[in-house]
């Protein structure tokens, strides 16, 4: 069993930043990735990003892409998100998970474990 919680969301106006946290604790194995993804109002859940705990390069969406840096601490147990450049297309609900089985990293079924979201609201 995996517990994520995240942190770090709030309301912010275009052009700012943001960072958020996912500290997960219980059976984390290296051949696990963590990833990020949001909801908005009305839309599917989106894949944003994730990282491998073992290393490796980060994948990210198009849309956030070059805005958006994931990283992650062993250390810690956490994974964070710092978002650049927010845009009012950004809000949404942002969800910490863990990717425990195969399939397609950029869909939300290849992840096993979720945390409970923090808002992230950008105005404009």
């Known amino acids: 069993q995996v517990q994520l919680v995240e942190s770090g969301g709030g309301a912010v106006q275009a052009g700012g930043s943001l960072r958020l946290s996912c500290a997960a604790s219980g059976r984390i194995y290296s051949t696990y990735a963590m990833g990020w993804f949001r909801q908005a109002p009305g839309k599917e859940r989106e894949f944003v990003a994730a990282?491998?705990?073992?290393?490796?390069?980060?994948y990210y969406s198009d849309s956030v892409k070059g805005r958006f840096t994931i990283s992650r601490d062993n250390a810690k147990n956490t994974v964070y998100l710092q978002m650049n450049s927010l845009k009012p297309e950004d809000t949404a609900v942002y969800y910490c998970?863990?990717?425990?089985?195969?399939?397609?990293?950029?869909?939300?079924?290849?992840?096993?474990?979720w945390g409970q979201g923090t808002q992230v609201t950008v105005s404009s």
């Open positions: 998970a863990v990717r425990d089985r195969g399939g397609n990293p950029y869909t939300s079924d290849s992840y096993g474990y």
């Open positions: 990282i491998r705990w073992s290393g490796g390069s980060p």
